[in-house]
């Protein structure tokens, strides 16, 4: 059944038609009457206020929970501490990436999972039988995502715990503005920002509430497009789109870290991915193009006339004065400042590959040095 975010009358005020792609079953708020890259430059210099209601949450709890996600992903699930989160590689029994995951554990036997549009349910599903474990798709919870600098400044005196102490990943049970919420470090912008998961009955006074506190500050509410160019700045993955091979592992999409190679247990996928290991066909990394467009996803790379790969995300950065993409390439040709030619839109242009992320390479927005 198609699902609708209860902020869809904010989102038709501000300019969205919501009448573009959906997003798991979701119409999404692609743009409003604002532009989307001053959008961005409100996120990096100030702050912008997300709906970010689309991901799919999974309430899993019971004696069994912990075994049962123990199972469904890479990471050792065993480890994570209750108010803690953990992003993690989902595969399937051929060692592919097959969701975007995180796992949040909330107590002893209490857990969500936030996943996008790949086969999470039916994997909880099928590890579930015989288990004592409830798994309830929530279809209630409402996710609002306030991202910049200015973020902590405006969310700060409105909580009752200290929230500069709230580190990455972690997440508290509180009130905020009067209402239950659960408030996490955390977002897909590449600066410091929170989530804020609330009930739908209190999502359009959480909102209109975050904005008035955020105005001293200039925050603005900001489209998925915006949202879109920030992650593509940030060099943060998408599923499926960064997979586009329909097999890709995540050693091929430097995503090492979401697979414990200590890890004991059992889990989906478990033979397979080990046994790929170092046996990439192609390198995940960055492409900037001599430019002013974005280059297209499918986009064809090309070194001394040979193809060697593709775009997988593209767009043109006016924050960075950058045509950027995410690119696969066969892994001779992943050094950065590789000369290439890219093909996109009818038209070759030159290129170089790059490093990601393309902002912030050293991460120090999201993890200031010497703060949580």
Known sequence: MPRNSILNDRHVELGSKLDGDTWNDMPIPWSYRTCPHDEVVAVRSRAGLYDVTALNIINVSGPDAESV??????????????????LAAELDENGAICDDIMII????????????????????AMLAKGKDVKIESDQDVHILSLQGPKSLDILAPHLGFKLAD???FKHEKTTLFGCDVYVARGGYSGERGYEVYCAAKDAVHLWDSILEAG??????????????????EAGLLFFPF???????????????WGVDLDKKGDYIGKDAVLKLRGRERVKHTGLVCDSAEAPASGAKILKDGKEIGIVTSGSFSRNLMLSIGMVHVKPEFSQAGTQ???VSNGKTVKGRIARTPFYDP???????EGAK
Do not use: C
């Not at 909330?106 to 999470?120: A, L, N």
């Not at 603005?220 to 949202?227: E, R, V």
């Not at 050293?362 to 200031?368: E, F, G, S, V």
């Open 69 to 86: 996600l123990d199972r469904l992903v890479a990471i050792d699930v065993t480890g994570i501490k209750p108010g803690t989160s953990r």
């Open 242 to 256: 960064e997979m586009p091979e329909g097999d890709t592992t995540p050693w091929e999409v430097n995503m090492g």
């Open 166 to 168: 709230l580190p990455y």
């Open 340 to 342: 290439v030619d890219v």
């Open 215 to 232: 105005k001293p500050f200039g925050v603005i509410p900001a489209s998925w497009n915006s949202l879109e160019l920030t992650r593509m």
């Open 105 to 124: 554990r909330d107590s002893k036997t209490e857990f969500r999972v936030s996943h996008g549009s790949g086969k999470t349910p039916q994997q909880l």
């Open 362 to 368: 050293m991460r120090l927005r999201t993890h200031p």
